[in-house]
């Protein structure tokens, strides 16, 4: 029988883990890509094909990972105002910045260096909330990684927009622009419970309705959130939300540290996503979110970093391993968010948190080749008795060698192809200096 034409054939892989609902594991095969999509994957399957052909010998395939909560400019005030609490770091240092820096060209040198970090480390979608997101939509044209992007709409004026209509506005435009685009993908961004009037909240809900858009939202991070919005419209964070309309499977609740037992339940119900964000959680003292109590429940969650303002980094691995450490620890439960769930977390639950499951999160036939091969080919990283707890308890994204969005590759031998490194340092130095001029 004649060989078949593919674009890009990995071989040879020691380990791919699927991430599919079986969690099927194929070892020492190959994963054959077509158009930008996966067309076969098995042992021996290089025998079956011609193409461009990559041997992946020493390296675990896995799905590209998805980030599903940042602000991804913020890689510009990355340590700016640390060892603060949430409304001091907020109000104190980081508006201030927002205010008198951000713009088209912030946000493009920010999120240029944040695709930087994404890429390097294994991550091929994002979940973006911020300002300028024309912005950030052009960057991810010029680089090629996958984005959903949202303005961020908020009560008071903005660095984008004076007014939150305005804010709605502007991602109506957005969303006519985008629609139908594999790699940009427009959502709606309301703020919070507690910078966002109901009113608000809920025009930007009849947008995502319309569009059918993610809905994506701050909510429950802080006690102080909670107390706020208690002491103005008499609910919890989620039972106010339920009682004005806005949670449904399209609403993306980043943080979530604090919901009550009812409240899991009506987020449950209501299929809402949550974007855990432990790290930015404990840098900013907020909490500890009770994850396994709402995976429990049926929640959907997906693995965020938040801006690495509040973090300080973009690294997923790093995020799942600190995930399945602190809860551990937490519950007192070594059981608790195994290495599975939390590379789960990275990827298929992750692609359900964005709507996006029939398209990413897993390696099968029909998805877009969005590959991140890890070596393991280091000490650090042997002996090798499970791929899944040894990517999330000894590796870091730094290990990532080789990353593929689309099927077309973006890293190879841990360098970033469509991003230059000397030119990300000079702007980083460039916007500090601007920066630190604000508290001299
Ligand atoms: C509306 S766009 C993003 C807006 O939110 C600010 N921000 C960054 N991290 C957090 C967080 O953890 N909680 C609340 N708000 C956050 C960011 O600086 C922008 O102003
Ligand atoms: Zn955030």
Redesign the pocket.
């Known amino acids: 029988m004649g060989l078949k034409k593919a674009d890009i054939i990995l071989t040879d892989i020691d380990y791919i883990l699927t991430m599919d609902k079986d969690l099927t594991e194929y070892k020492n095969a190959d994963i054959v890509i077509k158009d930008g999509k996966i067309v076969d994957i098995g042992e021996g399957k290089k025998n079956e094909y011609y193409g461009k052909t990559i041997v992946c010998r020493n390296k675990i395939a896995i799905p590209g990972m998805i980030n599903t909560h940042t602000?991804a400019a913020?890689t510009l005030l990355r340590g700016y105002g640390s060892d603060n609490p949430?409304k001091v770091w907020?109000e104190e240092y980081?508006?201030p910045a927002?205010g008198k820096f951000v713009s088209y060209e912030f946000v493009r040198d920010g999120t240029e260096i944040a695709v930087y970090e994404m890429l390097r480390t294994g991550t091929t979608t994002f979940v973006d909330?911020?300002?300028y997101e024309n912005a950030v939509a052009d960057v991810i044209k010029k680089v090629g990684i996958r984005g959903v992007l949202s303005t961020?709409?908020?009560d008071f004026p903005?660095p984008g927009a004076k007014t939150p209509d305005e804010g709605i506005q502007k991602t109506v435009d957005f969303i006519e622009e985008y629609k139908n685009n594999a790699f940009v993908i427009p959502a709606i961004?309301p703020?919070?419970p507690y910078t966002c009037s109901p009113d608000t909240l809920k025009k930007a809900y009849s947008v995502a309705e319309k569009y059918d858009v993610v809905y994506h939202i701050?909510i429950a991070?802080t006690e102080f959130e909670v107390k706020t919005v208690k002491e103005k419209y008499g609910k919890t964070p989620v039972e106010h939300l339920d009682s004005i309309g806005v949670l449904s499977e399209r609403t993306l609740a980043a943080?979530m540290v604090y919901p009550s037992e009812n409240e899991i339940d009506i987020l449950s119900e209501k299929g809402v996503k949550v974007a855990h964000?432990p790290e930015?959680n404990l840098k900013?003292a907020s909490g500890i979110a009770p994850v396994p109590d709402m995976i429990q429940k049926g929640v959907t969650v997906g693995i965020g970093t938040?801006?690495t303002?509040?973090n300080d980094n973009l690294d997923i691995i790093g995020e799942i391993s600190t995930a399945a450490k602190l809860h551990k620890g937490f519950k007192k439960d070594p059981t608790v968010l195994n290495a599975k769930e939390a590379l789960l977390m990275a990827t298929r639950w992750g692609a359900q948190a964005i709507r996006m499951e029939d398209k990413i999160g897993t390696i099968e036939k029909g998805k877009f080749a969005d590959i991140v091969l890890i070596d393991i080919k280091d000490p650090h990283l042997n002996p090798l008795y499970d791929p899944y707890t040894q990517i999330v308890y000894s590796s870091t994204g730094f290990d990532v060698d080789t990353v593929l969005v689309g099927g077309e590759i973006k890293v190879l031998n841990k360098e970033v192809i469509p991003l230059d490194k000397d030119y990300l340092l000079d702007k980083a130095r460039y916007w500090k200096e601007k920066v630190d001029q604000i508290r001299k």
Request: charged share 10%; net charge negative; proline share 0%.
């Open positions: 602000h913020m949430l907020l980081i508006w927002e909330m911020y300002f961020g709409i908020l903005t961004g703020h919070a701050h991070e943080h964000c930015s900013l938040d801006g303002a509040s």
